[in-house]
């Protein structure tokens, strides 16, 4: 038998643990220093307890004969997609119930979509990127390429109308640099897709950070509806990075060399997976309720606030970044022409603060950084003064 | 944009719609009759006590910040695996914590490990075969070949050295079939795949189901650990089919083309998955507590004991069946040399029983029945009286 030979295209990446060893390090030397962490990806805070008694009782229906589920629907319960389409209501959009596909999170359906693709198109990313939508195509061997983001565009790639692209991932709010694109450029993206028969696969997954007037959802952009596919995560939304739900919206009229999109992933799902979790389909309703809107808000304003806080000391300093408004991410640039490790080793050397150096995410990483909200408020104000000082001083 | 072309390889299923809709119809012309199903697929009874409460300790862990869980490692915790890891030692085989990989199911896994092969590599599976194998593979463009089963092999199908096959699915206990190959004919599948290079992919979801002295792993027959990946499932097992839960193994020392196929797994789980419900992790370990087995032996004795009244009637009637002592499932010859939808027909139109034609399986199917153990203990019996009547008055 062969291995699938295009594994070999796949680039380790440290990051994460070169992060993890620097600091380990740092800390086995200097065991008086309070190491603060804002490089963290993942939420902090607990989920909310409407959610939790949600899941609760799902778990509980599952002990008597009377209110027992066995296989759910490869789609997701009815009553999940109705609170999904009712939450799209609330800002504006429409997307029926049976046009979304309930999954166990936007990593998976991100990674499977391609499934549903042929081997020979070729993909448009950004520069940086979250490295899954180019490690899942590499592996299944195909062609990706780049769209710059920089400060020349504030870390929003647009178009380039010379090169062509069949199938383009857009992440936005974007992770790594927290940038949201606004109507007009997502319109842009979307005429570009219309004119040259191309899919964009739209991650909204940070889309409740979004508070200006940026779109939630791509289908908010006329035309998007027939060329989109928009996936989305309750991890960022409400906490659920450990529970472990998303979605994926596939209008019905998207149709491509006379097959339905949506009749494609259908009878992918229904043969690779086979639903999601009784208990965990519960808390995901609940979410989208009145109540649960109200609950998990308070999370969202609580990052946000740390968010606030980074972005007030960047401003002070005069440091330019994007993110931090609609994005639990803040994109830096280094200060005085730094590298990103170098101003890594800098900042944990001298301030006891840890980050994500931007190389991590591409080319265009280098010379930026990555700081989260996610930690506690006392935290990030402790951080972001140990770091105005730091900056202040030199 | 081009779509993947070889979904249009895929045969629309209609069997199950098929029987619904005949079913339906049934009931609608005649109110009056009591239909009872065995053509059940999925489990029935709710899950033992200290598993969901477990899963229920798990949701409750979600509501503090000083025990919330966010995103789970990719193959599973610890403890998870430990539990999985002793559940094998208690039947006599070594799998070790880390070579397995905790998923939302076997399915998933069924489908999802192709990923990590070359689409060049031709398929074989046995006829009649769970249709996930073929259609998955299908889907990815690759070949398939069939290794017959019939009456003549007892529905076990066996290597033909003449084939060159790269890859091989086996379920035993089988889906649809019921019947478990013996240690002895599973080393001559093993000497096969050594011979060839080749790979299986063995299905064990139904081996709890096993009570006589067939192999309740692969890994329990030597040289295994050479030439087999082994997918299980807590969904017959623990009746997990809307929790969700199931491991793939993947030892350590299985390498093909210099490449490890375990750390190929982990880095395509890395990329497209992101881990399992932290309740739902909590509940599958506590299945395999020594309190967790005890209590699971309840639902499988129950319907192990349908199986066996499904059994002692089929012996009575003198009819040819395999299954039904290891295997939730009974699969037998239509009587009186009928057509499996025939028979279908027959049985439901005169004893208001419905069971599932064995031709949805695979051509070998044709001429064959399936019947499950998963209704309840006295519709079970009525059905089988019904049955009985029926045929003997002919």
Known sequence: MKVNEYFDRLVPNYLFADVARKTGEFAAAHPEKEIIRLGIGDVTLPLAPIVVAAMKKGCEDLLYQE?????????????????????????????????????????????????????????????????????????????????????????????????????????????????????????????????????????????????????????????ARECAIELCSLSKTAGFTGTRCGYTVIPKELVRDGHSLHAMWYRRQATKFNGVSWPVQCAAAAVFSDEGLRQIRHNLDYYRRNAQVISDALDELGIYYTGGKNSPYIWLECPNGMGSWEFFDYLLENAAVVGTPGEGFGENGKGYFRLTSFGSYEKTVEAVERIKALINQR
């Open 67 to 223: 209110t027992f589920k066995g296989y759910p629907e490869y789609e997701g319960y009815d009553f999940v997609r109705e609170a999904i389409s009712g939450y799209y209501k609330s800002f504006g959009v429409t997307v029926l119930p049976d046009e979304i596909f309930v999954s166990d999170g936007a990593k998976s359906d991100c990674g499977n979509l391609p499934d549903i693709f042929a081997q020979d198109n070729t993909i448009l990313v950004t520069d940086p990127v979250y490295p899954v939508y180019v490690d899942a195509n590499l592996m299944a061997g195909r062609k990706i390429i780049y769209a710059s983001s920089g400060k020349e565009n504030h870390f929003l790639a647009m178009p380039d109308k010379s090169v062509k692209a069949d199938i383009i991932y857009l992440c936005s709010p974007n992770n790594p640099t927290g940038a949201a694109y606004s109507a007009e450029q997502l319109k842009v993206w979307v005429d570009y897709a219309l004119e040259n028969d191309a899919l964009i696969l739209y991650d909204a997954a940070y889309e409740a950070f979004i508070k200006d007037d940026s779109p939630r959802s791509i289908f908010s952009v006329e035309g």
